[in-house]
């Protein structure tokens, strides 16, 4: 059973950083895409970021390119957002997720951390 559970959300000022972390656990992800999505109220969920397990290639929305970074540490099966430079309109439901590398749906979903970005 796949499990990911994420952490890392809270209230930041603009201009401020937030660390997430979505740490997995159930299988072997070497084969796997994990990727970050979000959700703000009345909107529909959005791609932020993604990265390949066994390659360790990365892709970004252009919202997220040159202030968001995706990681991971193999040790802890662990993949990170860090975000800086936030914004009011980042606000939202984040969301880690994890696919099969052959597969174009993600699967499996962690139940989200709210990341709220006062002005």
């Known amino acids: 059973q796949v499990q990911l559970v994420e952490s890392g959300g809270g209230l930041v000022q603009a201009g401020g950083s937030l660390r997430l972390s979505c740490a997995a656990s159930?299988?072997?992800?070497?084969?796997?895409?994990m990727g970050w999505f979000r959700q703000a109220p009345g909107k529909e969920r959005e791609f932020v970021a993604r990265f390949s397990w066994n390659s360790g290639s990365t892709s970004y929305s252009d919202s997220a390119k040159g202030r968001f970074t995706i990681s991971r540490d193999n040790a802890k099966n662990t993949m990170y957002l860090q975000m800086n430079s936030l914004k009011p309109e980042d606000t939202a439901v984040y969301y880690c997720?994890?696919?099969?590398?052959?597969?174009?749906?993600?699967?499996?979903w962690g139940q989200g951390t709210q990341v709220t970005v006062s002005s």
């Open positions: 159930g299988r072997t992800f070497s084969s796997y895409v």
């Open positions: 997720a994890a696919r099969k590398l052959q597969v174009p749906n993600y699967d499996y």
